[in-house]
């Protein structure tokens, strides 16, 4: 079955770190330009970063840009997102999203992240 | 950036008839490579997000024919040709054409009346 599976998320404090993971199967996840995106409590969809398909070209939303970090291991069919100096505003679900044809074709269930002390 | 405009921000709809939703960007999404990258999304409640409509009008495999996407340069179209209950949710349109970073309309919220 294809599909992405994300993981990692929590509670953590203002100014803490976390590091979510996204698990690829069912396709060759080397092939595809990934994206992390998120959904804040009664927000909409927000992009946060991208990452080519051998990460050589990487890409952050401004309001993330220096906080986060993006990874991917091909050998290991994963995708990372580090987050560090967290605040509340960076509460949200985040999903990760394959990208093909222009746009974000196949999405995660999701992984939930609350910063507040 | 690219800013995506959707509008009504909320629909109620009666079963069995026919919804739409309207997306403007305040740029033209046509590319250099000819393509018009408009990508409308839906996501259900306790869902994540799924893909309908990708390159204005390219349905995604499975879903179904109810959805169909129109429109060009600035103006694109959602539309339900008859809406059903398991269609409630958010729907979001995005362009693709010029990122960073990749936006998105606010959101519109289906719900039956």
């Known amino acids: 079955e294809v599909q992405l599976v994300e993981s990692g998320g929590g509670l953590v404090q203002p100014g803490g770190s976390l590091r979510l993971s996204c698990a690829a199967s069912g396709f060759t996840f080397s092939s595809y330009e990934m994206n992390w995106v998120r959904q804040g409590p009664g927000k909409g969809l927000e992009w946060v970063s991208y990452?080519?398909?051998?990460?050589?070209?990487?890409y952050y939303a401004e309001s993330v840009r220096g906080r986060f970090i993006i990874s991917r291991d091909n050998a290991k069919s994963s995708l990372y997102l580090r987050m560090n100096s967290l605040r509340a505003e960076d509460t949200a679900v985040y999903y990760c999203a394959s990208q093909f044809s222009g746009s974000f074709e196949l999405w995660g269930q999701g992984t939930l992240v609350t910063v507040s002390s | 950036d690219i800013v995506m405009t959707q509008s009504p921000l909320s629909l109620p709809v009666t079963l069995g008839q026919p919804a739409s939703i309207s997306c403007r960007s305040s740029q033209s999404l046509v590319n250099t490579d000819g393509n018009t990258y408009l990508t409308w999304f839906q996501l259900r409640p306790g869902q994540s997000p799924r893909r309908l409509i990708y390159m204005v009008s390219d349905r995604d495999s499975g879903v179904p024919d109810r959805f169909s996407g129109s429109g060009s340069g600035t103006d694109f179209t959602l539309k339900i040709s008859r809406v059903e209950a398991e269609d409630v949710g958010m729907y979001y349109c995005m362009q693709g054409k010029q990122w960073p970073p990749w936006t998105f309309g606010q959101g519109t919220k289906v719900e039956i009346k």
């Open positions: 990452i080519s398909r051998s990460g050589s070209s990487i």
